[in-house]
């Protein structure tokens, strides 16, 4: 019987210039959840950069796919599938253009909601039944065109906001890892400022 593993994602693009883009806040989150427990990215593994150790106890495997956003699913899927992992054992955090910037949801499944990410996910795994972090980015001024938008650094005033949200973020990702996905949910979804059922 292998030991129970769990599959923490952060979605973004590859490269250096991608780095600080509002799209690539899921690889921001996962960076910062290795720093705080000394894990190193620093494997190759089915198209991702992957840092595997324990977090609280808990066998955890980090991912930043290298696929580019759209094509996610093609590291995600051989992931779960090399590990055997169930879906509920799969966390994806990602950006989320309808929810206000540094606001936190929580759900253990549900659909892609217009995020090529995660319908590229969702269509590897032929399942959209695995918890998801959505992190809130907010929707862009006037009428500018969402995908330019998402493709643009966060001003130093956003990242200000973002701050608190990305330490709550590690908290509720910490949450699921010891006690699961309902008391995760009620911690981050309540201090995101309401639940969601």
Do not use: C
Request: net charge positive; aromatic share 6%; charged share 25%.
């Amino acid at each position: 019987m292998e030991e129970r593993r769990r599959i923490i994602v952060g979605l973004g693009n590859p490269g250096r210039e991608y780095a600080k883009h509002r799209h690539n806040v899921g690889f921001m989150i996962v960076d910062r959840l290795a720093d705080q427990h000394h894990l190193k990215f620093n494997r190759m593994m089915n198209k991702a950069i992957i840092a595997l150790g324990e977090i609280a106890g808990n066998k955890v495997l980090l991912a930043k796919p290298q696929t580019f956003m759209n094509l996610s699913g093609e590291s995600v899927g051989p992931l779960v599938k090399f590990y055997k992992a169930a879906l509920s054992d799969l966390l994806v955090i990602y950006d989320e253009l309808d929810l206000p910037l540094g606001q936190l949801r929580m759900r253990p499944k549900g659909s892609a909601g217009g995020h090529n990410g995660m319908k590229s996910i969702i269509a590897r795994l032929g399942s959209d039944a695995f918890p998801r972090l959505r992190i809130g980015i907010g929707r862009p001024p006037g009428r500018r065109d969402p995908k330019d938008y998402v493709l643009e650094d966060f001003t130093a005033d956003e990242l200000a906001v973002l701050e608190p949200a990305f330490e709550r973020a590690i908290a509720g990702i910490q949450r699921w890892l010891t006690d699961g996905i309902d008391n995760a949910m009620n911690f981050v979804n309540q201090s995101a400022g309401g639940s969601e059922m």
